[in-house]
């Protein structure tokens, strides 16, 4: 093993969870199952949506603003919906 591979750290994927309030982001592709994913795309939380965090909640929560809407979002899908990179402002 040479001393890149010890040194070597996977890429973190940021997630709506990781937005801080006001800041804006274009989703990626989603980690969920495809039930979910198609009850998000209907409320118009799909990939290539630019969103912005509006509000953060209890317990990890948050409320995203998409095309106009707000949408609430528990702890769990927030931290399943990854952030394209470079796309956060």
């Known amino acids: 093993m040479t001393l890149s591979e010890l040194w070597y ?3 973190v994927t940021r997630t709506v969870r990781d937005l801080a ?3 804006s982001a274009v989703l990626a592709e989603p980690q969920l199952a495809a039930d979910l994913r198609m ?3 209907e409320m118009g ?3 290539g949506e630019q ?3 509006s509000q953060r909640g209890v317990g990890g929560a948050r409320i995203i ?3 106009g809407s707000r949408v609430a979002l ?3 899908t927030a931290g399943n919906l990854p952030i394209a990179d470079g796309s956060s402002a």
């Open 65 to 67: 603003s998409v095309r």
């Open 9 to 11: 750290l996977p890429a």
């Open 45 to 47: 939380v799909r990939p």
């Open 51 to 53: 969103v912005r965090l």
């Open 39 to 41: 009850r998000l795309a």
């Open 21 to 23: 309030v006001g800041e």
């Open 74 to 76: 528990d702890a769990s």
